[in-house]
């Protein structure tokens, strides 16, 4: 016995396609953005694996490690502590953006999005820029939220900090794929989440903290 057919020769009933619903094209673009975008990720992160830069490779290895539960900033945060009361009331601000994001990434962006970490073998990326492969999820980037959240309050604060404390926390994002650990995707979207970060630090800062008309994204 056969499925019976329609007018244009299609079959219907439980073994026919299921009819397209109203919203099944809008999924179906959507998933095909997200694939190439995906596609564009892997090809980046190939591009900088087979790109040689032996003259870098220590220097952004060390970085990275620098930048392990943020130490880097910390340290930053430390040293404007010892300043006087608008370097201090920076250094309050950035420490509390560096937890913000650090949560926000950790706690929530890597237990709602289970992506892989890159297979670095693979993709052949050189020894002499690997750092130890972190457990957890890839996305987004922790490193790169939390440098960037830092640059970015303190430098609301400290409006002459903002262009090093900006190419620092680039620097970090950036070493992240370097040493083969995060995918440039991760690190977009930790940069965005360190952003929404700090801000998130300045609104909750005490009102002498916040500088008027001054945020500006690193």
Do not use: C
Request: charged fraction near 15%.
């Amino acid at each position: 016995m056969t499925e019976p057919t329609h007018a244009d020769g299609g079959t219907r009933g439980p073994l026919g396609p299921p009819p397209a619903g109203p919203g099944s094209a809008p999924k179906r673009a959507l998933e095909a953005v997200l694939r190439d975008l995906r596609a564009v990720d892997g090809a980046l992160y190939a591009a900088v694996a087979g790109t040689s830069t032996p003259a870098l490779d220590r220097a952004l290895r060390r970085l990275s490690h620098a930048a392990d539960h943020s130490k880097v900033s910390l340290g930053i945060a430390a040293a404007l502590a010892l300043g006087g009361a608008r370097a201090r009331h920076a250094a309050l601000v950035g420490v509390g953006a560096v937890a913000v994001a650090s949560a926000s990434a950790n706690l929530l962006g890597k237990r709602l999005v289970h992506r892989a970490r890159p297979d670095r073998e693979a993709a052949r990326v050189t020894v002499d820029r690997h750092v130890p492969m972190p457990a957890s999820a890839s996305f987004p980037s922790g490193h790169t939220a939390a440098a960037v959240a830092f640059a970015t309050a303190v430098g609301v604060v400290l409006p002459e900090a903002a262009v090093p404390l900006g190419a620092l926390a680039g620097a970090v994002g950036y070493s992240r794929v370097h040493t083969g650990v995060h995918y440039p995707g991760d690190v977009a979207a930790g940069a965005v989440l360190g952003i929404a970060s700090a801000a998130a630090a300045l609104a909750a800062a005490p009102a002498r903290v916040r500088q008027p008309n001054t945020f500006t994204a690193w």
